[in-house]
């Protein structure tokens, strides 16, 4: 029998950071359970091989939502990380934390302690930040936050076209205010991912004598003592084991992983657990609950150059050049994140923004030929606070069984006339005179809508996830009654167990989520050592 202080269950964005934080403390066990391999691939490390990434045999969970009613029925591809720094592995790098006003939304839903100024200097305390200098940005943190060393000159286009339709330029979205265009800076050091296995689980790190890291196992189910988690049931090359937590049991398993395995283990919506024939441990109706997500419209043009990124033969000399000069360098086209650059608009005309745009110099081709050999150009736009919300449910109780993923996307709400105003607004940038040089025919929608029904075929025809699924252990008041953490991300009902990860943010922050995950891990962390 194995004994740790710590298990925790998933070396993602938040596992490994709070592996690292936690055993700096020499006196601190922790054992770090990863279902996927190492992260020892070029497709991990090298920025612009992330279509190789996402689409991974391996290093992958592979899952697929259920058909989404309000989507024509379609079963949507959600990849998520299975290795070494999870989804952070695999993600497009794009450092953005969403908006202050996000997080004092988090307080007034029970999230205390979280408000703006209080996750601040977690932010920071994560950082390495290269080239900005203010009260906003850290150095000297594990997560390495650069500006692009590469960005194509249609992504810069897309800055000028933004500026042209009346959006302001922006060079710093994590700053005091998100809205405008502008570049992206990416977790990135010298231009390498830098994952949060990169960052926080350096060679230094893992060979601490206090952390024990085991890869390909799985944890498949939290050991429970009545109400009280004792250790974790893994299973490592077909052979199943029980290794005991002397203090806590971590799950960080993520948004859709980290409902299940608590299901899996009694702990849960009662009547769920009994319909699947789990005797119920601790009896909590939030969990699986309170999915969100954000759907994402891409509107794209074929190009009149072969300035953009394809995958089409006639680039392959300057991609082998490219390859040789990364190599060599670590710089140029291979360091590309391909969303190079983006922005925040509010589709109302004023106020916060409501929705965000990437823009990817390429055709980028739905799941089953995401290797496109068309040069174009493509504007993403999502809508930034969905009021769509789904669930996670077990299919089946063996554990490699993926559970049943339901967004319900654009089933509530403003989310369809929202989508729509977004996709309008990209369609209205591409058009700007900065592209006049290169936009040759529409192909995304392959028609020019003519109205708003139009568009809403387009959307339920083609909209896809942004792949930032949260919420499903959402941290609450203890009086809420389908809060499944509270602000120190303790399971309510339950002892020594918790849950740090993107599913316990109770609302989608308005940006990409891995930053905001890594700052969740950094201030338990620091409540773990306090005693707290
Ligand atoms: C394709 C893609 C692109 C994205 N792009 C961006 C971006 O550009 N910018 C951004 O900010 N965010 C992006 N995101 C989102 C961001 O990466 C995630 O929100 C964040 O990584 C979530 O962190 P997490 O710790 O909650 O989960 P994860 O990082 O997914 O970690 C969960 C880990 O737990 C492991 N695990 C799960 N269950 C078990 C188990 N039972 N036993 C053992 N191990 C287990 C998994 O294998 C995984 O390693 C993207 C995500 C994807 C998938």
Redesign the pocket.
């Known amino acids: 029998m194995q004994e740790f202080d710590y298990i925790i269950?998933?070396?993602?964005?938040?596992?490994a950071c709070l592996a690292s934080r936690l055993t700096e403390d020499p006196d601190v066990s922790v054992c770090l359970?990863?279902?996927?391999p190492r992260d020892d691939r070029a497709a991990i490390h090298t920025p612009a091989m992330i279509v190789d990434a996402?689409y991974s045999e391996d290093l992958n969970?592979h899952y697929d939502t259920v058909p989404q009613k309000e989507l024509n029925n379609r079963e949507l591809y959600w990849?998520?990380?299975?290795?070494?720094?999870?989804?952070?592995s695999?993600?497009?790098?794009?450092?953005?934390r969403g908006g202050h006003v996000d997080y004092e939304a988090w307080k007034a839903l029970g999230a205390e302690g979280f408000g703006w100024n209080d996750v601040l200097p977690y932010f920071r305390k994560s950082e390495d930040q290269q080239s900005i200098q203010d009260q906003f940005h850290g150095h000297g943190g594990p997560l390495c936050v650069s500006d692009l060393r590469y960005i194509n000159p249609l992504s810069e286009a897309f800055v000028r076209a933004g500026v042209e339709r009346g959006l302001k330029k922006n060079n710093d979205f994590n700053g005091s205010n998100r809205l405008g265009v502008g570049p992206y800076q990416v977790t990135q050091r010298d231009g390498k991912r830098c994952s949060?296995a990169a960052g926080y689980l350096s060679p230094d790190v893992q060979e601490r004598p206090n952390l024990t890291v085991m890869v390909e196992?799985?944890?498949?189910k939290v050991l429970m003592d009545g109400t009280r988690a004792s250790g974790v049931r893994v299973k490592h090359k077909g052979n199943e084991h029980d290794i005991t937590a002397r203090r806590e049991v971590l799950v960080?398993?993520?948004?859709i992983?980290s409902p299940q395995?608590l299901m899996l283990s009694g702990i849960g919506p009662a009547e769920h657990l009994r319909d699947m024939g789990i005797s119920v441990a601790v009896d909590l109706p939030g969990v699986g609950e309170n999915l969100q997500d954000h759907l994402d419209t891409g509107v794209a043009f074929t190009g009149k150059t072969t300035r953009a990124y394809s995958y089409n033969i006639r680039s392959l000399p300057k991609q082998m050049a490219e390859a040789v000069r990364y190599l060599f360098t670590r710089k140029g086209m291979l360091t590309s994140?391909a969303?190079e650059t983006g922005g925040f608009a509010s589709t109302r005309g004023e106020g916060e923004p409501d929705i965000q745009f990437h823009f990817v110099p390429a055709i980028v081709a739905p799941k089953d030929e995401p290797r496109s050999k068309i040069y174009g150009i493509t504007l993403h736009s999502y809508v930034l606070y969905p009021d769509s919300r789904g669930t996670i449910r077990l299919a089946s109780t063996n554990?490699e069984d993926h559970p049943l993923i339901d967004p319900q996307y654009l089933s509530k709400g403003h989310d369809l006339q929202t989508q729509i105003d977004g996709a309008k607004m990209a369609l209205d940038i591409l058009q700007a005179p900065a592209f006049d040089d290169e936009r040759k025919d529409l192909h995304a929608p392959q028609n020019m809508p003519k109205n708003d029904a139009e568009w809403e075929t387009f959307v339920r025809e083609k909209a896809e996830t942004l792949?930032?699924p949260?919420g499903t252990c959402k941290m609450g008041a203890k009086k809420d009654p389908m809060a499944v953490v509270d602000p120190h991300c303790r399971v309510y009902g339950a002892t020594g167990l918790r849950v740090i990860?993107?599913?316990v943010m109770p609302r989608l922050v308005g940006g990409?989520?891995?930053?905001p995950?890594i700052m969740i891990a950094e201030k338990i962390a620091d409540l773990l050592k306090a005693g707290g």
């Open positions: 269950t998933g070396a993602g964005s938040a596992g359970l990863e279902a996927g996402i969970w990849p998520r990380g299975k290795t070494l720094g999870g989804s952070s695999i993600n497009a790098m794009v450092y953005i949060a196992t799985l944890a498949t960080t398993g993520g948004a992983n395995i994140n969303a554990p792949f930032h949260i990860d993107a599913s990409n989520t891995n930053a995950t």
